[in-house]
């Protein structure tokens, strides 16, 4: 039974972190939630950082989960710019990492996050490399791409996943000039596949971005410390002022794995192993967000999402697991990319080699489709470029599991909420 004497802290002060904060107290809860973050910060959401606030068409207080009155407002007691460098699961402890302060839990969500993978070559020590995850780093780069717009200047990201993307849209917005190197044949290859890759590069070609497929970067080239260009592996050398890793991220699991908690491997992304509650190897220890890995029993695998969504009803779902709820965390993975004129949401798990047939709906030379992954028949994801208010049956069609018919799915014309409930599975 939860009552007023027991303490639940919350290490992590991201969107998930603060979503679970909002849930205990919106359930109830009356004992002590301690929310520690390790920026000075309060806590904010990451999507405006390489969307609307990096244009500049987004105030700096817009990214704030809550107003920062609304802790105190509510009993939350909020550390900034606090780490926690050790979990003691005997004692039930967490100490701090700048003054040994022990803390006692009686539940611990784990809302770590993940951090931008470094690129392991020569001169990323110069002052023009960057990475994107926190907003301090928006921040910089936002004046930046101001900067480089202003003097015709030069940027190379290196990776065209969604972040290289969307920063080389908002870069051609500033009116910098952008070469994207990609070891793929196209940008989001992993994710969308060729065809639908092909859609993006073509978007940004349009738009005067030059992409370098096939290749890696080797070495970024500076003077007095400055960048001056980024050769790759194929012998190649681009001019560059500034250099933006955008090679993808990793799950900020250091504090789990030394305190022994078990970690899911590689092949499925890595994490903290957690069940349907979210829920790791210790009863009384939950993840959420970006460095959980759960069984999604819908793609029968396990899954570590690192978008918007994830954090924003994870969180959620393991406050109320560690409140004793009956808890069942199977969301439709779900995130959503702004470039130039495209908006599109995509919703699923469907990543190279799991499926067999990309059916289009619309007219995707337009831009105004709808893309469906398949396999034997059945919808394991769903991307909505330009077309609204589609997410629901979307999503429908992938839980239902059900056999479609890819002429009618094909067909605008047929209602998509009448597929999974007229096949047959």
Avoid at 123 to 149: C, M, Q, Y
Avoid at 235 to 247: C, K, S
Avoid at 304 to 329: C, F, S
């Amino acid at each position: 039974m939860v009552d007023a004497d027991q303490t639940f802290v919350i290490i992590g002060g991201g969107l998930a972190g603060a979503k679970a904060a909002e849930t205990l107290r919106a359930e109830g809860f009356t004992g002590r939630v301690i929310l520690i973050c390790d920026e000075r910060d309060h806590p904010y959401e990451r999507p405006p950082l390489s969307k609307g606030y990096l244009l500049g068409k987004e105030e700096r207080d817009s990214v704030f989960v809550h107003e920062p009155a609304w802790y105190a407002q509510n009993d939350i007691e909020l550390h900034l710019g606090q780490t926690v460098d050790a979990v003691d699961r005997t004692a039930k402890t967490v100490r701090f990492g700048d003054d040994g302060t022990l803390v006692h839990y009686d539940k611990l969500l784990i809302a770590t996050g993940s951090e931008p993978r470094r690129l392991d070559i020569p001169g990323t020590d110069l002052a023009g490399v960057h990475h994107l995850r926190r907003l301090s780093h928006a921040e910089r780069l936002k004046n930046v791409l101001a900067s480089l717009g202003r003097d015709n200047g030069h940027l190379v990201i290196a990776g065209g996943g969604w972040i290289g993307l969307e920063v080389a849209a908002a870069a051609r917005e500033y009116g910098a000039e952008v070469t994207v190197v990609e070891p793929s044949a196209t940008p989001l290859h992993g994710v969308l596949g060729p065809e639908l890759g092909q859609i993006f590069a073509d978007l940004h070609a349009e738009h005067g971005v030059r992409f370098h497929f096939g290749a890696r970067l080797t070495e970024i080239v500076g003077q007095d410390g400055m960048v001056l260009a980024a050769r790759t592996d194929d012998g190649e050398e681009h001019p560059a002022h500034d250099v933006l890793a955008a090679i993808g991220a990793a799950p900020r699991t250091g504090l789990a794995e030394a305190a022994g908690l078990e970690l899911a491997d590689r092949a499925h992304g890595g994490g903290i192993t957690v069940d349907e509650q979210l829920r790791t190897s210790d009863p009384d220890i939950y993840a959420a967000g970006d460095v959980a890995a759960f069984h999604h029993a819908l793609f029968d695998t396990r899954l570590r999402v690192e978008h918007w969504a994830n954090a924003l009803n994870g969180g959620p779902a393991a406050a109320r697991a560690m409140l004793g709820k009956d808890v069942t965390y199977d969301r439709v993975p779900y995130f959503f990319s702004d470039q130039y004129d495209l908006g599109m949401e995509y919703s699923g798990w469907a990543p190279l080699g799991s499926y067999d047939e990309v059916v289009i709906r619309g007219d995707a030379g337009k831009r105004e489709f709808i893309a469906f992954w398949m396999k034997e028949g059945r919808v394991l994801a769903g991307m909505n470029v330009n077309v609204w208010d589609v997410t629901e049956p979307i999503q429908q069609l992938i839980r239902s599991r059900a056999r479609v018919d890819t002429e009618a799915l094909a067909d605008p014309h047929v209602p998509l909420d009448s597929l999974g409930a007229t096949s047959s599975s």
